[in-house]
């Protein structure tokens, strides 16, 4: 069980929340819609922590290993936020730029 968690988790971590923190930060809030949302974060987060991690390894010599790559994909997902916050935002913000877009499509109304 703690293997399959640990698989999901990862994965999401790997694959997702570094790209969307990106696309959140780069991309306007009305010009995409949830599922180009998740693909581009998805294509973001593959490019931007292998290349991050590839460019430590060859350019600096970090060895590649767990703990390592696990500081570089939270270093990549907080530099966004941290700019969200810069720019005047809040994370409650974030929070509704997010829920807003998963509402819009599907239609959920707001109870």
């Not at 293997?3 to 809030?29: H, M, Y």
């Not at 290349?51 to 790559?69: C, E, P, Q, R």
């Not at 530099?79 to 913000?93: A, E, K, M, Q």
């Amino acid at each position: 069980m703690i293997e399959f968690l640990r698989a999901v988790l990862g994965g999401l971590f790997l694959f997702l929340i570094p790209g969307l923190a990106w696309c959140l930060l780069l991309f306007e809030k009305e010009k995409k819609d949830a599922l180009e949302l998740v693909a581009l974060s998805i294509a973001l987060s593959i490019s931007i922590s292998t290349l991050s991690i590839f460019f430590l390894n060859s350019m600096l010599g970090v060895k590649i290993t767990l703990i390592n790559a696990g500081i570089i994909l939270v270093i990549l997902t907080i530099t966004p936020v941290f700019f969200w916050i810069r720019r005047g935002n809040s994370l409650r913000d974030l929070y509704e730029e997010l829920t807003i877009r998963s509402y819009k499509k599907l239609n959920v109304k707001k109870i």
